[in-house]
């Protein structure tokens, strides 16, 4: 028997190897890398200084940024999504499987070029505006703006908030929802005391998957917002790839990481057995 187990061990071991290698090479050493280099200056003493330089007014200014525009990005994306994700819960078309490949399929485009042809759509001499034109109707002004990085949001992240919520919709018991009508309750008290109580772990479960890199993004405001708009991201990823900070980028990644932790942390509260999950 003790054979047996050991030899169930051995082979989880050798299937599950090349996951562990995959997660040491690209999360653990970079995070290591991440904390070493925000903990050390330039002469390889240690320091809180890169990570107190968050307090410097334009990192300050991006980081307020990113968490306001992230917040609308995510509260535009929830109110766009429960309804969505209640409609198609209540279809009988071929349920999960349609629905996750419905949602699925424009991820498999390339994330920048999803977020390119917004650009392309959106700038001043666009597909928008020629069409607003040819119509006789006033041109928007909407590109490098911040409404345009918070419509980029919303495009690319929606799909992260519906299918969650979905997921949580598909796993109420029908019988609990029609135990309440029988009971005298309408469809708003249905809604306001069994179905969004129930599915509220798909919510908080959405609100992470989107808040997260919503909060550091820094592709979709650089094209969006052409460069003009910094976010907490786009100070980042200046400071590793233009200005060679690699110090600065480190501390400034280790607050960022802060906020995601903290965002976890809500979340695995709310959802202890993680049916907000849409795998």
């Given at each position: 028997?003790?054979?047996?187990?050991?030899?169930?061990?051995?082979?989880?071991?050798?299937?599950?190897?090349?996951?562990?290698?995959?997660?040491?090479?690209?999360?653990?050493?970079?995070?290591?890398?991440?904390?070493?280099?925000?903990?050390?200056?330039?002469?390889?003493?240690?320091?809180l200084e890169n990570?107190?330089?968050?307090?410097?007014?334009?990192?300050?200014?991006?980081?307020?940024?990113?968490?306001?525009?992230?917040?609308?990005?995510?509260?535009?994306?929830?109110?766009?999504?429960?309804?969505?994700?209640?409609?198609?819960?209540?279809?009988?078309?071929?349920?999960?499987?349609?629905?996750?490949?419905?949602?699925?399929?424009?991820?498999?485009?390339?994330?920048?070029?999803?977020?390119?042809?917004?650009?392309?759509?959106?700038?001043?001499?666009?597909v928008i505006n020629?069409?607003?034109?040819?119509?006789?109707?006033?041109?928007?002004?909407?590109?490098?703006?911040?409404?345009?990085?918070?419509?980029?949001?919303?495009?690319?992240?929606?799909?992260?908030?519906?299918?969650?919520?979905?997921?949580?919709?598909?796993?109420?018991?029908?019988?609990?929802?029609?135990?309440?009508?029988?009971?005298?309750?309408?469809?708003?008290?249905?809604?306001?005391?069994?179905?969004?109580?129930?599915?509220?772990?798909?919510?908080?479960?959405g609100i992470t998957?989107?808040?997260?890199?919503?909060?550091?993004?820094?592709?979709?405001?650089?094209?969006?917002?052409?460069?003009?708009?910094?976010?907490?991201?786009?100070?980042?990823?200046?400071?590793?790839?233009?200005?060679?900070?690699?110090?600065?980028?480190?501390?400034?990644?280790?607050?960022?990481?802060?906020?995601?932790?903290?965002?976890?942390?809500?979340?695995?509260?709310?959802?202890?057995?993680?049916?907000?999950?849409?795998?």
């Amino acid at each position: 028997m003790a054979n047996l187990l050991r030899k169930k061990e051995n082979n989880t071991f050798i299937i599950g190897s090349p996951y562990f290698i995959w997660v040491v090479i690209f999360i653990v050493v970079p995070l290591i890398m991440i904390f070493y280099y925000g903990l050390i200056d330039r002469n390889g003493n240690f320091t809180l200084e890169n990570i107190a330089a968050i307090a410097q007014p334009v990192h300050l200014k991006a980081l307020r940024l990113a968490l306001w525009l992230g917040v609308i990005a995510t509260v535009i994306c929830l109110i766009i999504a429960y309804p969505l994700a209640y409609i198609l819960s209540q279809t009988s078309i071929n349920r999960y499987g349609f629905v996750v490949f419905l949602f699925i399929l424009p991820m498999w485009m390339n994330f920048l070029l999803r977020t390119l042809a917004w650009q392309t759509l959106l700038e001043k001499t666009g597909v928008i505006n020629n069409i607003l034109v040819f119509l006789r109707l006033p041109p928007l002004n909407i590109i490098n703006t911040p409404a345009a990085i918070v419509l980029g949001m919303v495009y690319n992240f929606l799909p992260f908030m519906v299918l969650p919520i979905y997921n949580s919709l598909l796993k109420i018991d029908p019988n609990i929802i029609n135990a309440a009508r029988d009971l005298g309750a309408n469809s708003v008290k249905v809604l306001q005391k069994i179905i969004f109580p129930l599915s509220l772990p798909g919510v908080i479960s959405g609100i992470t998957m989107v808040f997260i890199p919503a909060l550091t993004t820094f592709v979709i405001s650089n094209l969006l917002g052409g460069s003009k708009i910094l976010l907490i991201g786009n100070v980042i990823e200046e400071e590793f790839t233009h200005a060679g900070n690699w110090h600065l980028g480190s501390g400034l990644s280790i607050v960022l990481m802060l906020f995601i932790i903290v965002n976890m942390i809500i979340s695995s509260i709310f959802d202890k057995t993680g049916e907000g999950n849409f795998l």
